[in-house]
């Protein structure tokens, strides 16, 4: 692989991990249940997501940076001031915070096995719009464009909008630069058919090639939200691990509304610990964790 410009900055954010405060964090801030009541209400408000009361020791670890970051020395008093004053970059810096992405290339590898074979089923140039809508650090969309240039070529006539709700990972995601560790898994074939392997000061990194990264539009949506950008149909979503976040009301909201952006026909991959029979109006069950819009 070719050297790609060192003079472009190599930092990738994380994505977010599971974690609890330690004795000394907990010690911090005074952190009670009320409090935690109020973080859950609030992100469920804004991001649709339902933190379970198992979640103290995570919402406590990961909120004390902000703490940190905006000077406040309690949660009341941070929380009394987002609610009546915060501006829209400390709402996003607090549903960044309270997201998990976790993530990694050709997970769950027998979606993509069924997309290759998926887009296959039509004539060539025929035009594909897919959606991501849970891109995280990229390497899903990246997957999928890979997939698609496998199946199709490179004058493949396809068209990827990778979202999120978390604008730090989007970034990431954008800027398409990746630890060496992140892509040991892949083929020594699909390493030099994608990927610009770094040298000198930047070894140990790995860049995503220019002609995968223009197929690939990185948007921030919030699933729950009715302001979604899309006027063109969708062939194709992939929404996995994303659901699992929300109750069943808010589930079947943005189920419908998947609808509504999608081909009739279209195909809808969702991850393993998800299941939608009750919405069979709306998606019928294809394959494993694999759906049909009605």
């Known amino acids: 692989m070719r050297q790609f410009d ?65 000077g406040y020395e309690s949660f009341d008093a941070y929380l009394d001031w987002l609610e009546r004053h915060g501006d829209a970059n400390e709402w996003q810096q607090f549903v960044n915070a309270l997201t998990t992405n976790l ?30 809508s849970a891109a995280s650090t990229g390497e899903e969309p990246y997957s999928i464009v890979m997939t698609a240039l496998e199946s199709l070529g490179a004058q493949a006539n396809f068209k990827l909008i990778a979202s999120d709700i978390d604008s730090r990972v989007l970034g990431a995601g954008a800027h398409a630069v990746y630890r060496m560790e992140t892509v040991k898994s892949l083929s020594q074939e699909r390493l030099k058919n994608f990927f610009l392997r770094g040298k000198n000061s930047n070894a140990g990194m790995v860049r995503v090639k220019p002609e995968l990264r223009k197929m690939i ?8 939200k009715d302001d979604w950008p899309f006027k063109d149909l969708f062939d194709v979503v992939f929404c996995r691990n994303v659901m699992i976040y929300f109750d069943a009301s808010t589930q079947r909201k943005v189920l419908e509304k998947i609808h509504r952006v999608m081909k009739p026909g279209g195909t809808l991959f969702v991850g393993h610990a998800e299941n939608f029979s009750d919405s069979r109006d709306l998606f019928v069950l294809k394959g494993k964790t694999i759906y049909e819009r009605v």
């Not at 993530?103 to 997309?115: M, W």
């Open 6 to 70: 060192r003079s472009t900055p190599l930092a990738v954010q994380p994505a977010t991990a599971m974690g609890s405060g330690s004795v000394a964090q907990e010690r911090e801030f005074a952190w009670t249940s009320a409090d935690f009541s109020r973080v859950q209400s609030l992100i469920y408000k804004h991001a649709g997501i339902s933190l379970h009361d198992g979640k103290h020791a995570m919402v406590y670890s990961r909120l004390s940076r902000r703490l940190r970051e905006t």
């Open 103 to 132: 993530t990694a290339f050709f997970r769950e590898n027998h979606h993509f096995e069924a997309l290759a074979q998926l887009l296959k089923t039509k004539p060539a140039n025929t035009p594909w719009r897919v959606w991501c």
């Open 217 to 224: 539009d990185f948007i921030q949506v919030n699933l729950i």
